[in-house]
């Protein structure tokens, strides 16, 4: 059985070069096509596609709007996004409204038959351009971010404490845990935060303020180390 393919894009010339590279091929046949967003639903519903090819910037009605309403009423029909863009945003977009694969025109020929067949093989196909996009974006967030510390619930109550003024002695007494266990808490605190002195971790505390209150039952501090 041949995959059927629909084209949706307004540049009627790359639209008829791309009807001939399908045609071209012998496992494709195209089913329809059309340069309007607001036709391509009806369309589509009439000819029944396995797979759409959709143009992002479309008179009548975008591309991402179209997918979003497409997938919803046709899940089982596979779309390719066509897009002269590869920026994340118009990627996540289309991703994010169904897409199953993301093409740019640059390399919209063999491109475009690999990401055909990848979709409906289940696969999410990215073509390079748009792939090294996104890994370049990734790099640069992760180049950005700091690895998010992870301090269990005793943790962040002695912390809240410690950075408020309190001794062991007096958090052991609010929490109802022996001092010993409260040192332990501080040295894990010191440890997975990278801050070694309690002036330091007020600091940590300041620059991460969340709004939470101290606890009610915790007595008045004692500013002595």
Known sequence: MKIRVFLADDHHIFREAQCGLLAAQ???VVVGQTGDGTQVMEQVAAC????VCMDITMPGMNGIDVTRDLKRA???VKVVALSAYSDQRHVMEMLGAGASGFVTKMEASDELLRAIRAVLGGRTYLCPDVSGEMAGALVEQGRRSTPQ???GERERQVLKLVTTGYTSAQIAEALSIATS???VHRRNIMRKLDRHSVAALTRYVVDNE???RP???SP???NTL
Request: glycine share 4%.
């Open 48 to 51: 029944a596609p396995h797979v």
């Open 26 to 28: 012998p496992d494709m």
């Open 215 to 217: 606890l009610s039952q």
């Open 220 to 222: 008045v501090p004692d």
């Open 74 to 76: 046709l899940p089982m």
């Open 149 to 151: 510390v992870v301090l």
């Open 181 to 183: 266990t409260v040192d």
């Open 210 to 212: 969340r709004g939470e």
